[in-house]
């Protein structure tokens, strides 16, 4: 027997193999509709096989799973690997100690993502989980109605207003050269300031607004200018026509709204109602002259942790590793989770023709650009929703941007504060 083990022993050395680890019963959890259901639970089979773990799956849609995941995060009862949504660092880790940092878990190779990514999942210098996939808003346009009036992508806001001039006066009033409402809205707010300032709207070192309320009021009349040109239709007028999504709106599929600002991932949600010979485009950010960024809102769409109550994290550790950076996990969740953050997935899948081409060039718009880090404060539902509002009190000349400014600053440091 003693002869047997050192012959293994060897081969190992000799080939650079490592022994089997012993097999350990784990649990998974995650939300996802049906093909990133069937395609997790092949991945967890095939990486179970390759390290000798069982690797019980718990999913369900994405409706319930937060308050499911912070019952049993009170009660230490959560899966040993978790999916959490990027937001929710702030409520499950506000010092670094929600989950395990993967820096610390052998088997995890993070040199496969861009420090950038890894910063955006690390609280207090702890690594909190690895990012999934790395998602952002870009610019999309149908540049089949852009050529019939004569214009090229604009490059520049000053080009974009000219844009919005030119398409109404050679196609008709009842074009318009952009979208933006609720949330796109709020997130092209943010974008003037972001690149006007080099600042996010959430300052890490001393968590509250990083804009002064000068900066946001000029972000808000940024915005109003963009309604008063005809750019953009008012909130009265959306309000108006049911606030319909934009993929679903008639004025969309034929080519009469040119352009949005939306995720990157959402390329074909756009693409498709498109009729026949309108062709969508995604192009690279609009900026000011002065700008000093990029503005780019980008981040990880999810991120899959490591519980601090697992029995075996080495084990959840060389499964979490195989999903994201090993051919037997990348292979079966394919873009299931998005376009990889993970440089090993993404080369593989790319090889493969895996990545449809639009969105690979969405995609790499996103990666170009530069822009500070985004805070996940940003999509804080009540921060984010108060901020909805008064932008819509804003519209509705309510108030004016000055005391806007004001009331969104307030609001956020607020939510803000309740995190110290």
């Known amino acids: 027997m003693k002869t047997l083990m050192n012959a293994l022993c060897t081969t190992a050395l000799i080939t650079g193999a490592a022994l089997p680890a012993g097999a350990e019963n784990l649990r998974m ?18 990486c179970g096989e390759k390290y000798g773990h069982q690797i019980a799956p718990e999913f369900t849609g994405f409706s ?14 959560e899966a040993d690997i978790v999916q959490v949504n990027w937001p929710w660092l702030p409520l499950f880790s506000r010092d670094g100690t929600g989950f395990y940092d993967l820096q610390e878990l052998d088997g995890v190779d993070l040199s496969s993502f861009a420090q950038t990514d890894l910063d955006s999942v690390t609280v207090a210098g702890h690594v909190q989980g690895i990012p999934m996939s790395t998602s952002g808003r870009v610019f999309f346009f149908n540049t089949t109605t852009l050529e019939a009036a004569g214009i090229t992508p604009p490059t520049t806001w000053e080009e974009f207003f000219a844009a919005a001039k030119t398409l109404r006066e050679k196609m008709g009033d009842d074009y318009q050269l952009f979208n933006a409402v609720a949330e ?19 300052d890490p070192e001393t968590n509250r607004v990083a804009w002064s309320v000068e900066e946001l009021a000029a972000g808000l009349e940024f915005y109003q200018r963009m309604v008063d040109s005809g ?21 969309w599929s034929q080519g009469r709204i040119a352009g949005s600002y939306e995720w990157d991932t959402t390329y074909f949600k756009f693409s498709d109602p498109l009729e026949d010979g309108q062709v969508l485009d995604s192009v690279p950010m609009i900026k000011f002259a002065d700008a000093v960024t990029d503005g780019v809102y980008r981040k990880p769409s999810m991120l899959l942790s490591v519980s601090k109550n697992s029995d075996h994290p080495q084990a959840a550790a060389e499964i979490l590793n195989c999903l994201v950076n090993e051919p037997e996990g990348i292979d079966a969740l394919g873009i299931t989770r998005g376009i ?25 718009i996103l990666m170009d650009a530069d822009g500070p880090a985004v805070s996940p404060f940003n999509e804080h539902p009540e921060l984010r929703g108060d901020f909805i509002d008064i932008m819509e009190e804003f519209s509705y000349g309510m108030i004016d941007a000055q005391d806007a400014a004001e009331a969104i600053i307030d609001s956020a440091n607020n939510v803000l504060r309740s995190y110290d």
């Open 29 to 46: 959890s995650w939300w996802g509709g049906e093909t990133r259901h069937v395609a997790t639970q092949a991945a967890l089979t095939a």
């Open 64 to 77: 319930g799973y937060l308050e499911k995941l912070t019952t049993q995060m009170a009660g230490s009862t």
């Open 184 to 202: 796109s809205a709020q997130l092209l707010v943010s974008l003037a300031v972001t690149q006007k300032t080099g600042k996010d709207l959430v």
């Open 231 to 251: 750019a953009i239709a008012s909130r009265k007028d959306e309000a108006a026509q049911g606030n319909v999504l934009l993929y679903e709106k008639q004025d």
């Open 340 to 364: 990889p953050a993970s440089s090993t997935a993404l080369e593989r899948l790319e090889a493969e023709d895996k990545i449809e081409p639009e969105l690979m060039k969405a995609h790499q």
